[in-house]
């Protein structure tokens, strides 16, 4: 089971991934009239950046690789820098900003999402050859940074208001749950524990197993939340 999950990462992951943007783009009706369906919409972008991510492989296949095989493209790291670590962390921060109701919680995450760009762009500038060939740890970290810290601010809000008595009825307050536990897995797992897994391969494994298996959880409980709950304007 193990070596197939090693062996088959990318394919077990995009199909649970699948899974959770076609179930939203079915029930979209549902949530039409809530923020919701732009959470739909970023699943969806999710699954195709990571069809495309697999350009590489698709080339192989096609027997096209030759196309970029001696381009700075032949590696997917470039994509997935802006695709995910760059680009989730803008959704997050535009997302919670329009559930946040203290203007001074939504300036702060704007004012955090503009240093971590600045700072994610000034590190691809000055060590660009890198951009292609591998990812930044400090992008990493500042990604799940900025999400944890939309996360937080939503839980404070909640709790600070009166939807502490009904925050089950809240699709967000799952949302945001699932979300927590996926950082709470992968954050001291898999860049601290596993932070020697580019030269050591008993780490590389465990790393993407414990990513592969947040993935399964998240997106899948992402899948459960959507079906479930009622839609709420």
């Not at 940074?145 to 601010?153: A, D, K, N, Q, Y």
């Not at 502490?164 to 001291?188: M, Q």
Request: with cysteine; aromatic share 22%.
């Amino acid at each position: 089971m193990k070596d197939f999950l090693i062996n088959n990462y990318k394919f077990v992951n995009l199909v649970v991934v699948f899974i959770a943007a076609i179930t939203g783009l079915i029930l979209i009706k549902k949530y039409k009239d809530t923020s919701v369906r732009f959470f739909i919409y970023f699943l969806v972008y999710v699954f195709f950046a990571q069809v495309f991510g697999l350009y590489a492989r698709i080339l192989n296949y096609l027997d096209l690789y030759y196309l970029i095989e001696n381009t700075v493209i032949k590696f997917n790291f470039w994509w997935h820098t802006i695709t995910w670590y760059l680009g989730s962390a803008i959704f997050f921060v535009w997302y919670y900003r329009k559930l946040l109701k203290n203007k001074f919680l939504k300036n702060i995450l704007q004012y955090a999402l503009v240093l971590f760009l600045a700072i994610s762009i000034g590190g691809i500038v000055i060590n660009f050859q890198h951009f292609f060939v591998g990812t930044f740890k400090s992008i990493r970290i500042g990604n799940m940074s900025i999400i944890m810290l939309c996360v937080s601010f939503y839980f404070y809000q909640i709790l600070h208001s009166e939807k502490v008595l009904d925050f089950y009825k809240d699709i967000h307050f799952y949302i945001s749950t699932i979300v927590l536990i996926w950082l709470l897995v992968t954050i001291p797992l898999v860049h601290f524990i596993c932070g020697n897994a580019a030269i050591d391969p008993n780490q590389a494994e465990l790393k993407w197993l414990i990513m592969l298996y947040a993935n399964i959880f998240m997106y899948l409980s992402f899948t459960a939340v959507l079906i479930v709950s009622k839609s709420k304007k």
